[in-house]
């Protein structure tokens, strides 16, 4: 576990800003955005820039040259938002969402943290070039004209990062088209859109939203006219697992224009642990709707991954589709993995997997052929 | 030889027997089909086994019914999903 | 409940006891056999409602996804290619065999002016020009077309300079493999296709008529597959009347030799249309005989190895998998020279290799323009607008429309027309069994025969849990 939010001592209280981190001998730690960096022992820094003066600690992963952080003066916080050396990086767009997922692993809160949107942008001016910046939330599209727009002159100035964004697609229409558009061709985004079921009645109680079915679909169409890249993404819980391979003959006829289709497992965090007794599914014991639907798709073309699911939970054929999906700062591994062969090219645990949320067949893995 | 069948059409329908009468004519050209107002004439001028018994020659008018009337219904929605936009 | 604006057009049959229904892209279901008349009658049980439903033939109101849904495949199912990329040649009209069914598309091994000459050369180059290949598929016909390896490779070259990228099959019936013709079987973008119509026995009477001939396609079929391999080599049966009890042999003939497909495609005697319609239906009931009982010994023959019928697995394939098929006689709407055209040895311009031959013996002239003149585009469209089954009278009501195609060449080249109804020709009684044949397997839900089309639409010996794609 690596802890993003930091505590950290600023000189003055001055408005939040956002900085990027290079030791202080580099060239370009004088310049704009940039902060130059003494690090007094390893992980204790001390950061000057036009704003202030700053030190903190860095928890769980010491690595600091080239990240970006957000700091806020006010509150004594350092936020790491882009951490150089990670492959990771996900911007929180806003807590507030319009769906209330069974299985939610990061609930909505209404706070209003509009203002940090500006930030965000300057932020991603100053990251690592060609760098995968995840953009999540609640629900990015809350800010649908701000992060549309952010993406249109990003689309200018860095077309080399690539985006990554998670959104329910409740909210696009038809006259976002021409700036979808433009976006697109400028920059690759990959828009994650979760869909649970081809039962409009199921979904939309998985997403605690009535009506959320229909929109989806069909923005889902207008994301596609716009030449969109999608990754559908399909969190399997205790009551969707059983209609997999529906859902999979419904992905695979309607919606075949995705890039991917991903299969994850639950992040028991958040309200799928609250909600246990409904979203818990053991897979491993269980996988044959997963099977199902991944025949389906090889047969139909469609491209399907399993994230989040550790390979030994999986039968043999089909953990050449397991991704290695956990993002590294909420990764672990058991006691019980040490002796498997597989470690490496596993996705591994989220850190909050315990005995409460436990599948039977984990075991080590020998070697492959 | 089969004889004479007589089949009603109901009010929904009628206004496809026409294009059906047409329609099976061209099918089965050893039947000779009659419209009477509400009344389907079918009579057999030299039985080919093509539409054995009374029943099969009722259904087979019956799914010209329904084909004609899908056929005209759904013409302007068929129309547009085969339009290039 | 039923309106003209909440429905989309829906097709049906009897198979079984139940009812199937597709709709306008070939989604499918089963229903009870009096679905159509209580949809009208507004009667409908809740279950058949939800169905119907998902096949997006109810829909909500006409602004439903399942509109979008249906238009974007469509679009996509219907699609015409914008650029020629398969070409089958002619270099030579030359053969050294006198096939018993190929009498008309070959010219004696000793005769004159069929082969290609430098001029004809250069304009296919030329020819090139105006299509801007991107990747080009060149399959070499004959004639025996390695009786001029030397021109082979000069169109090779051709192409390769042409096209952004290439590859070739040429097909040979093996009978000599003389060292120039090895050096072009040694290409990496190169396949052999071959003729096999069976054992020995087979190959001696239809083709050879001479034991020695035969052995002798037979070793250099082995020493081919021996040095290759069989993903280089494929094989062809041409099969006749005569042989169709024989299609044990045949099969096993292609099994032992490490053939993962066969192709059971009828002999079409060109030229030697039928009159009587009545004969037809005898004829075409003859076949499918033949053909249930060759695809019955094919899924024996799959308990130890994967092996498919090819066309069968095709369509498999494209109903199940959702796959175009890309056969050129079983398209709506037809789109001559969209794709594919094929090239005389004289530089005549066929749209399809059946239409080369129909012309060669002068039943009727389907060549749409040759090397030296270009294409006649206005011949083309009037061939293609006979093709459009989803306009024409025959297929628009029909449950496989969204499946079939319409071959006009097929139809010319037996009746000498192209307006008998559709139900009384080879080409639709043929297919209208081939889809009966896979419906009647779903609607019984016989697991060996789901279970094989399940295999072939993945292509793999693996079963595949996959059934939902059957409902």
């Known amino acids: 576990m690596i802890p993003l939010k930091l505590k950290a001592d600023f000189e003055s209280k001055s408005a939040p800003y956002v900085v990027k981190l290079l030791p202080t001998e580099s060239s370009g730690a004088d310049g704009d955005g940039v902060a130059s960096v003494r690090e007094l022992s390893p992980g204790i820094l001390t950061c000057t820039s036009s704003n202030g003066v700053f030190t903190y600690y860095l928890q769980g992963d010491n690595e600091w040259h080239g990240d970006v952080v957000l700091c806020i003066p006010e509150a004594g916080r350092v936020e790491r938002l882009f951490r150089a050396n990670s492959k990771n990086n996900t911007l929180l767009f806003t807590e507030r969402c319009d769906q209330l997922c069974v299985m939610c692993s990061q609930p909505p809160r209404e706070i209003d943290s509009a203002w940090r949107l500006p930030l965000y942008e300057q932020a991603l001016g100053l990251v690592e070039p060609n760098s995968i910046i995840g953009i999540s939330g609640g629900e990015p599209t809350l800010y649908k004209s701000e992060l549309l727009e952010m993406l249109n002159r990003l689309g200018d100035q860095r077309s080399d990062l690539v985006f990554h964004i998670l959104t329910n697609a409740q909210h696009f229409s038809e006259s976002d088209r021409p700036l979808l558009k433009e976006v697109h061709a400028k920059l690759k985004v990959i828009w994650g859109v979760p869909l649970y079921s081809a039962s409009k009645v199921e979904h939309d109680l998985i997403v605690g939203k009535e009506g959320a079915f229909d929109p989806l679909i069909k923005n889902l169409f207008l994301l596609a006219s716009t030449n969109a890249n999608i990754e559908l993404r399909t969190v399997l819980t205790g009551l969707n697992a059983l209609d997999l391979p529906s859902l999979s003959s419904f992905v695979s006829r309607h919606l075949s224009f995705i890039s991917t289709w991903a299969i994850m497992a639950t992040e028991p965090i958040g309200f799928a642990k609250a909600n246990h007794h409904r979203v818990f599914f053991d897979h491993s014991i269980m996988p044959q709707p997963i099977c199902s639907a991944i025949d389906i798709c090889e047969i139909r073309g469609v491209s399907v991954k399993l994230f989040n699911f550790p390979l030994c939970t999986i039968p043999g054929p089909y953990r050449q589709f397991c991704a290695q999906s956990i993002s590294d700062w909420k990764t672990k591994y058991l006691k019980i993995c040490d002796s498997c062969s597989q470690r490496t090219s596993c996705c591994g645990f989220f850190e909050w997997y315990n005995d409460k949320w436990k599948w039977q067949n984990v075991e080590p893995l020998g070697e492959v052929g | ?85 | 409940m039923i309106s003209a604006s909440n429905y989309t057009p829906l097709r049906f049959r009897d198979i079984g006891d139940e009812l199937l229904i597709t709709n306008e892209v070939g989604d499918f279901g089963l229903f009870p056999l009096d679905t159509v008349e209580r949809f009208f009658a507004g009667t409908l049980p809740e279950k058949s409602v939800d169905e119907l439903k998902t096949l997006g033939v109810l829909i909500d109101n006409a602004d439903s996804w399942q509109l979008m849904s249906l238009a974007r495949r469509l679009k996509k199912q219907n699609a015409v290619a914008k650029k020629v990329h398969y070409l089958i040649l002619i270099p030579t009209l030359r053969c050294n065999l006198t096939c018993s069914y190929c009498q008309v598309s070959r010219a004696p091994l000793a005769a004159s002016g069929f082969d290609w000459n430098d001029k004809r050369l250069d304009e296919f180059s030329a020819y090139l020009d105006t299509i801007e290949p991107d990747h080009l598929k060149v399959e070499f016909q004959g004639g025996e077309p390695t009786l001029r390896p030397d021109l082979i490779s000069k169109i090779m070259e051709i192409c390769l300079t042409k096209a952004k990228s290439a590859d070739f099959v040429i097909c040979t019936n093996i009978l000599d493999l003389s060292p120039e013709v090895l050096k072009l079987f040694d290409r990496e973008d190169t396949v052999i296709s071959t003729s096999l119509d069976g054992p020995l026995q087979a190959m001696s009477s239809n083709r050879t008529k001479d034991d020695n001939l035969s052995i002798r396609t037979q070793k250099n079929l082995e020493y081919l597959l021996k040095s290759y391999g069989p993903g280089k080599v494929s094989a062809l049966p041409t099969i006749t009347e005569d042989n169709f009890s024989n299609f044990r042999e045949l099969i096993d003939t292609y099994i032992e030799l490490g053939f993962q497909s066969i192709f059971l495609r009828p002999v079409n005697y060109q030229g030697f249309a039928r009159k009587k319609h009545a004969k037809m239906h005898e004829e075409v009931a003859r076949w499918n005989n033949y053909y249930t009982s060759a695809i019955e010994y094919i899924k024996e023959r799959n308990r130890s190895g994967y092996f498919e019928e090819f066309y069968l697995a095709s369509l498999a394939r494209k109903i199940f998998g959702h796959e175009e098929s890309g056969f050129v006689d079983l398209r709506s709407p037809v789109s001559f020279l969209s794709d594919y055209a094929v090239i005389d040895f004289n530089g005549k311009i066929y749209p399809s290799d059946e239409a080369r031959m129909l012309s060669r013996i002068k039943h009727v002239d389907l060549a749409v323009g040759d090397l030296t003149d270009g294409v006649d585009s206005a011949k083309i469209l009037s061939l293609n607008s006979a093709g459009v089954n989803q306009v024409h009278e025959d297929c628009l009501h029909c449950v496989y429309m969204p499946f079939c195609g319409i071959d006009i060449v097929d139809d010319i080249s037996r009746y000498g027309r192209i307006d008998l109804p559709k139900a009384d020709t080879w080409f639709c009684n043929r297919h209208m069994f081939m889809f009966d044949f896979l419906f009647q397997k779903v609607q019984s839900k016989q697991r060996d025969w789901l279970d094989l089309f399940l295999r072939w639409a993945r292509r793999s010996t693996e079963p595949s849990n996959a059934y939902a794609l059957f409902s």
């Open chain 2, 1 to 85: 030889m089969l004889p004479k069948v007589s089949i009603e059409i109901s009010d929904d329908f009628v206004d496809y027997a026409e294009a059906a009468v047409t329609r099976l004519s061209y099918l089965y050209p050893n039947y000779e089909f009659a419209l009477q107002g509400h009344s389907l004439e079918v009579f057999p001028i030299k039985s080919d086994g093509r539409l054995g018994d009374i029943n099969e020659i009722k259904r087979q008018v019956f799914y010209q019914l329904y084909r004609q009337r899908i056929y005209v219904e759904t013409l302007s929605i068929r129309k547009s999903l085969y339009a290039n936009d």
